[in-house]
């Protein structure tokens, strides 16, 4: 049972370039999200979806698109990379998304903007 | 607006003795309160949640709504519970907000 799967894990960019980060989960989920993870700063919230076809910003959406065009499907975009950008990105997703359900993370993607 | 707050970036304690990784929230409403922690190398994963009230891997929280705490606790620590952990709040809409992480480190 692979549960959310992140690709890639590892990638370094530059300055401009873009990039789409994909996340994938096999659980039948309605809800995805996407996260930053950044030393000091904890876990912030970039975009979510709470269903196939819709997304929403999350804290920190500036510089970021996303699409969820299928509904195991999670896609984060940069169209423009910059150094602010480098961060270890996390991919989730929930059942309902009530409150109080647990999330299931993806393992990462290590990002680097040069 | 709710927050998190995790005053401790790292706590060194050594094996065998008692751990608190502490956690205050802000919330006007009744928190949905969770521990998530995550192992060297390993994607995030939750601990616990104060719903359940549930005792897992020996670490226990109790939400004090007077204090809006969360402390996690353990009275015996052990080596492989050095990770980073944290606390996160389900508050009013379908988003956790995370505090920004305590780094534990057991040492032997």
């Known amino acids: 049972n692979a549960g959310v799967t992140q690709t890639p894990k590892f990638r370094v960019l530059k300055t401009g370039q873009s990039m789409t980060l994909l996340c994938a989960q096999d659980?039948?989920?309605?809800?995805m999200y996407w996260y930053r993870q950044d030393p000091g700063m904890g876990l912030r919230l970039i975009h979510y979806?709470?269903?196939?076809?819709?997304?929403a910003k999350g804290e920190v959406p500036d510089g970021y698109n996303v699409s969820r065009l299928k509904k195991q499907n999670f896609l984060l975009g940069l169209e423009s990379a910059a150094p602010s950008q480098t961060s270890v990105y996390f991919c989730?997703?929930?059942?309902?998304?009530?409150?109080?359900?647990?999330?299931?993370f993806g393992s990462g993607t290590q990002l680097s903007v040069l | 607006a709710q927050r998190v707050t995790q005053p401790e970036k790292l706590l060194s304690v050594f094996k065998g003795a008692p751990v608190e990784l502490k956690c205050n929230y802000s919330?006007?409403?009744?928190?949905?309160l969770f521990w998530y922690v995550q192992y060297s190398r390993q994607r995030l994963q939750l601990l616990l949640r104060?719903?359940s009230r549930e005792s897992i891997k020996g670490f226990t929280a109790d939400l004090n709504k007077g204090e809006t705490s969360f402390h996690l606790k353990k009275p015996f620590a052990q080596e492989e519970d050095s990770a980073m952990y944290y606390c996160?709040?389900?508050?009013?809409?379908?988003?956790?907000?995370f505090g920004k992480g305590t780094k534990l480190s057991v040492i032997p």
């Open positions: 989730a997703s929930s059942q309902t998304g009530d409150r109080a359900e647990k999330l299931f």
């Open positions: 659980m039948n989920h309605e809800y």
């Open positions: 979806s709470v269903g196939e076809g819709t997304t």
């Open positions: 919330y006007s409403g009744s928190p949905e």
């Open positions: 104060h719903i």
């Open positions: 996160a709040l389900g508050g009013g809409s379908y988003q956790l907000t």
